[in-house]
């Protein structure tokens, strides 16, 4: 392949840079930091959806509270009917009183889902109040963790300046089309470049087939293949000895 050299000493530099940041403690850092960012957001849902419920309840407890305050006019005024004989008739007495039954028993149920509503909503506010503590506690912790991190990459700005010009630089002399190809086969399989060992590729550790691995002997310069089965670039690296 082409810029293969290249290619291999880009991917050189990048392991270079991610020691650098894995020993400075900036990878665990980020990881630290997205945890408690995706912490965060969980607790912004949470808290979305129980003020989205509390006022949908709100809303069924005002209605509740209507039907109530009209089966409580009705009742008042067929027991006054009753309490001052304005019924004559039996038939129209009995169907009044079964009416009244019915409706003391709706404001019973009324009363009693009123009282359910209204605790449902106290536990809201609790819940809220809980995880409202807690995004505070969370988001604190986020801008603590930035702030260490602001630390550590100005201590290590002057040796991740230095590889990230070398990487720079490097990338400069690639051909675009190789580039491409190399960060989007990264980000299936990295390392993406190995090196032939003893008639394996050491990216999957699988055995070339004995004709392609006849030809995979040092020579005078670094010579690239695909492995068979994980398509990575595997490279001879030149023999010093066949120099001339």
């Given at each position: 392949?082409?810029?293969?050299?290249?290619?291999?000493?880009?991917?050189?530099?990048?392991?270079?840079?991610?020691?650098?940041?894995?020993?400075?403690?900036?990878?665990?850092?980020?990881?630290?930091?997205?945890?408690?960012?995706?912490?965060?957001?969980?607790?912004?849902?949470?808290?979305?959806?129980?003020?989205?419920?509390y006022k949908k309840t709100e809303i069924q407890i005002k209605s509740a509270e209507i039907t109530l305050?009209?089966?409580?006019?009705?009742?008042?005024?067929?027991?006054?009917?009753?309490?001052?004989?304005?019924?004559?008739?039996?038939?129209?007495?009995?169907?009044?009183?079964?009416?009244?039954?019915?409706?003391?028993?709706?404001?019973?149920?009324?009363?009693?889902?009123?009282?359910?509503?209204?605790?449902?909503?106290?536990?809201?506010?609790?819940?809220?109040?809980?995880?409202?503590?807690?995004?505070?506690?969370?988001?604190?912790?986020?801008?603590?963790?930035?702030?260490?991190?602001?630390?550590?990459?100005?201590?290590?700005?002057?040796?991740?300046?230095?590889?990230?010009?070398?990487?720079?630089?490097?990338?400069?002399?690639?051909?675009?089309k190789s580039l491409e190809y190399y960060y989007k086969k990264k980000e299936k399989d990295s390392p993406?470049?190995?090196?032939?060992?003893?008639?394996?590729?050491?990216?999957?550790?699988?055995?070339?087939?004995?004709?392609?691995?006849?030809?995979?002997?040092?020579?005078?310069?670094?010579?690239?293949?695909?492995?068979?089965?994980?398509?990575?670039?595997?490279?001879?690296?030149?023999?010093?000895?066949?120099?001339?």
């Open positions: 392949m082409k810029d293969v050299e290249k290619l291999w000493l880009l991917q050189e530099l990048e392991s270079k840079m991610m020691l650098i940041e894995k020993e400075a403690g900036i990878h665990e850092l980020t990881n630290e930091i997205d945890s408690k960012k995706d912490m965060y957001k969980k607790i912004v849902s949470s808290m979305e959806k129980i003020i989205e419920e305050e009209r089966i409580e006019k009705q009742i008042n005024e067929w027991e006054q009917h009753l309490y001052e004989g304005d019924f004559k008739k039996a038939k129209t007495l009995n169907t009044i009183q079964s009416d009244l039954e019915t409706q003391r028993e709706n404001r019973k149920k009324l009363k009693k889902n009123i009282r359910y509503l209204s605790q449902q909503m106290k536990n809201d506010k609790l819940n809220l109040k809980k995880l409202k503590d807690k995004s505070i506690e969370v988001k604190k912790e986020i801008h603590d963790k930035k702030k260490k991190m602001e630390i550590i990459l100005t201590e290590s700005k002057d040796a991740l300046m230095s590889v990230e010009k070398e990487i720079s630089d490097v990338k400069k002399d690639i051909e675009t993406v470049i190995v090196e032939y060992r003893d008639g394996v590729c050491t990216g999957c550790n699988m055995q070339f087939s004995m004709i392609l691995g006849r030809t995979m002997t040092p020579a005078m310069e670094t010579r690239s293949y695909f492995c068979e089965n994980c398509g990575r670039i595997v490279i001879v690296p030149l023999d010093p000895t066949l120099e001339s």
